[in-house]
């Protein structure tokens, strides 16, 4: 009876034993995971703090250069009816042919100027900046008849004469303003590579005001006119770009700017290709934009639907500017981490900022559905307009929607230097698949400008994202990671000094 007891008292005793040892273990499962989820909390938070530094000050960056085009229009808008079709047809269609390609080749600097940068290799900025802007300016010398030959050109895609004149005036006006572009957007990714943002910003505040100030003088203290209103667009163009220069060569940066340099003509050619593929990546998707709109002037009723596919594209493009601002800072990221060699930080950088912007396009789509028969009231009070846009609401939605989406990939690529790939799937999304496709729904299908845009949206968009999400997905970043090690060793040699400060 005894022995009986005390292996009962011992089984109990083993048994608490085992209780005990497992809620200890349960207790340490549990702070371990605790533990994981505050570490990658923590990491979120920091790599949120280094994107939005990029990003936050580029939102505003961007908003500003938009509204001094939205000003430049509204002056002229006072002017009359034909000045200003003339500064709208010469800013969008004559100007904005050269903008996509300047924009896109200057790109090329924020996978060069990224890496470097994130690589310590600091003296390499301002050689690549110097690069581009020889072939950015080159670039601007050949699209000069573009600009000489706006008013025949104009009258063979079937503008009136008398808008057609007045837009070739006004496009004389703005080769300033072409070159401007060249000057200042080097300028701007070389400062955002070494994340001196709040820089531009200031800069941006201060011409916008100054672009308001100076055309109310040259329109109506002056009485310039038109070419008042495309000279006060140069000025300001050129100002902010001088203000940026001055900024980075008195001082303020003085490992990446140590002045002009012959180095500066070194290896073109290579440098060439690589911004001529940037530049061909963002014209096939900037240009097949504008296609629509000459679309749809080729439907029934086709003012109605021009101006319901204008005041929807309007809001996207507004929008849109949020997650351009996405697009450069996630390419910023991806290139100071692969040029460091950090592969591993280089995909959470990529998660971070699609999570970022993803949320914050879902936000703008529901309120975008929940008011899709009210944001029209914004633009005009005809009841047909109002209520074709609210019809094309959930396709605006849509488009908000991969709008969040599609920039990050194109910032990684950007990032990486795979901008030759993706301009090979651009011609092919939009213009093989999107094109067509916005063509059979738009006539076959009789969807009129819904079924065109519906087309481009599903068939160039949504095609052109989901193959991104595919190459990236796949991508081998470790061997991403050594390209951009061996790129900053082929087109720079090493700067003693730099390697004494990283010695150091």
Same mark, same amino acid.
């Given at each position: 009876?005894?022995?009986?007891?005390?292996?009962?008292?011992?089984?109990?005793?083993?048994?608490?034993?085992?209780?005990?040892?497992?809620?200890?273990?349960?207790?340490?499962?549990?702070?371990?995971?605790?533990e994981?989820?505050?570490?990658?909390?923590?990491r979120?938070?920091?790599?949120s703090?280094?994107l939005?530094r990029?990003?936050?000050?580029?939102?505003?960056?961007?908003l500003a250069?938009?509204?001094m085009?939205?000003?430049?229009?509204a002056?002229?808008?006072?002017?009359?009816?034909v000045?200003?079709?003339?500064?709208?047809?010469?800013?969008?269609?004559i100007?904005?042919?050269?903008?996509?390609?300047?924009?896109?080749?200057?790109?090329a600097?924020?996978?060069?100027?990224?890496?470097?940068?994130?690589?310590?290799?600091?003296?390499?900025l301002?050689?690549?900046?110097?690069?581009?802007?020889i072939?950015l300016?080159?670039c601007?010398?050949?699209?000069?008849?573009?600009?000489i030959f706006?008013?025949?050109?104009?009258k063979l895609?079937g503008?009136?004469?008398d808008?057609a004149?007045?837009?070739?005036?006004?496009?004389?006006?703005?080769?300033?303003?072409q070159?401007?572009?060249?000057f200042?957007?080097?300028l701007?990714?070389?400062?955002?590579?070494?994340?001196k943002?709040?820089?531009t910003?200031?800069?941006s505040?201060?011409?916008?005001?100054l672009?308001?100030?100076t055309?109310w003088?040259?329109?109506?203290?002056?009485?310039?006119?038109?070419?008042?209103v495309?000279?006060?667009l140069?000025?300001?163009w050129?100002v902010?770009?001088?203000g940026?220069f001055?900024?980075?060569?008195?001082g303020?940066?003085?490992q990446s700017?140590?002045?002009?340099?012959?180095?500066?003509?070194?290896?073109?050619?290579?440098?060439?290709?690589?911004?001529?593929?940037?530049?061909?990546m963002?014209c096939?998707?900037f240009?097949s934009?504008r296609?629509?709109?000459?679309?749809?002037?080729?439907?029934?009723?086709?003012?109605?639907?021009v101006?319901?596919?204008t005041?929807?594209?309007?809001?996207?493009?507004?929008e849109?500017?949020?997650?351009?601002a996405f697009?450069?800072?996630?390419?910023?990221r991806v290139?100071?981490?692969l040029?460091a060699?950090?592969?591993?930080?280089?995909k959470?950088?990529?998660? @971070? !900022?699609?999570?970022e912007?993803?949320? %914050?396009?879902?936000?703008?789509? *529901?309120? /975008?559905? #929940? &008011?899709?028969?009210?944001?029209a009231?914004?633009?005009?009070?005809s009841t047909?307009?109002?209520?074709?846009?609210?019809?094309m609401?959930y396709l605006?939605?849509m488009?908000?929607?991969?709008?969040?989406?599609q920039?990050?990939f194109?910032?990684i690529v950007?990032g990486?230097?795979?901008?030759?790939?993706?301009?090979?799937?651009?011609?092919f999304?939009?213009?093989?698949?999107?094109?067509?496709l916005a063509l059979?729904?738009?006539?076959?299908s009789?969807l009129? @400008? !819904?079924g065109i845009?519906?087309?481009? %949206?599903?068939g160039?968009t949504a *095609?052109q /994202?989901? #193959? &991104?999400?595919?190459?990236?997905i796949?991508?081998d970043?470790?061997?991403?990671?050594q390209?951009?090690s061996?790129?900053?060793?082929?087109?720079?040699?090493?700067n003693?000094?730099?390697?004494?400060?990283e010695?150091?």
């Amino acid at each position: 009876m005894n022995g009986f007891k005390e292996r009962c008292a011992t089984h109990e005793i083993q048994t608490k034993g085992s209780i005990h040892m497992e809620e200890s273990s349960s207790k340490n499962t549990n702070y371990s995971e605790d533990e994981e989820n505050e570490e990658l909390l923590s990491r979120v938070w920091i790599e949120s703090k280094k994107l939005w530094r990029i990003v936050g000050p580029n939102i505003i960056n961007r908003l500003a250069g938009y509204s001094m085009t939205v000003i430049t229009q509204a002056f002229a808008g006072h002017l009359g009816n034909v000045e200003l079709a003339s500064i709208s047809i010469a800013t969008n269609i004559i100007v904005g042919f050269g903008f996509a390609l300047l924009l896109g080749m200057a790109s090329a600097l924020e996978t060069l100027c990224g890496q470097a940068f994130g690589a310590k290799r600091y003296h390499m900025l301002g050689t690549y900046m110097q690069r581009s802007w020889i072939v950015l300016f080159c670039c601007c010398i050949l699209l000069l008849p573009v600009y000489i030959f706006a008013s025949p050109i104009l009258k063979l895609m079937g503008q009136s004469d008398d808008v057609a004149e007045q837009s070739g005036v006004v496009a004389l006006w703005l080769i300033p303003l072409q070159f401007s572009y060249a000057f200042q957007f080097p300028l701007q990714r070389f400062l955002q590579s070494q994340l001196k943002n709040l820089v531009t910003l200031w800069f941006s505040l201060a011409v916008l005001v100054l672009h308001a100030v100076t055309s109310w003088v040259l329109v109506y203290e002056l009485d310039f006119g038109v070419a008042g209103v495309a000279m006060a667009l140069d000025i300001s163009w050129w100002v902010w770009g001088l203000g940026l220069f001055w900024y980075v060569s008195s001082g303020r940066c003085p490992q990446s700017w140590a002045g002009f340099s012959m180095q500066a003509f070194s290896g073109l050619w290579e440098f060439v290709k690589f911004s001529a593929a940037s530049g061909v990546m963002r014209c096939l998707e900037f240009w097949s934009y504008r296609i629509l709109i000459i679309m749809t002037g080729s439907l029934e009723k086709a003012t109605l639907a021009v101006d319901a596919l204008t005041i929807c594209m309007t809001i996207s493009g507004w929008e849109l500017m949020i997650h351009w601002a996405f697009l450069v800072g996630t390419g910023v990221r991806v290139a100071n981490e692969l040029g460091a060699g950090n592969w591993k930080a280089t995909k959470f950088a990529a998660k @971070v !900022s699609m999570a970022e912007s993803v949320f %914050i396009g879902l936000c703008i789509c *529901v309120i /975008t559905i #929940i &008011l899709h028969d009210k944001f029209a009231y914004i633009f005009t009070s005809s009841t047909d307009l109002i209520q074709e846009v609210g019809q094309m609401s959930y396709l605006l939605a849509m488009a908000i929607l991969l709008n969040s989406i599609q920039p990050v990939f194109t910032g990684i690529v950007v990032g990486t230097g795979l901008q030759a790939w993706v301009a090979y799937i651009n011609l092919f999304c939009y213009y093989i698949i999107g094109l067509p496709l916005a063509l059979v729904m738009g006539w076959i299908s009789h969807l009129g @400008v !819904s079924g065109i845009w519906g087309g481009m %949206i599903f068939g160039g968009t949504a *095609v052109q /994202t989901v #193959i &991104l999400a595919i190459v990236l997905i796949r991508h081998d970043w470790e061997k991403e990671a050594q390209k951009a090690s061996q790129r900053a060793k082929k087109w720079l040699t090493p700067n003693p000094d730099n390697q004494i400060e990283e010695h150091k």
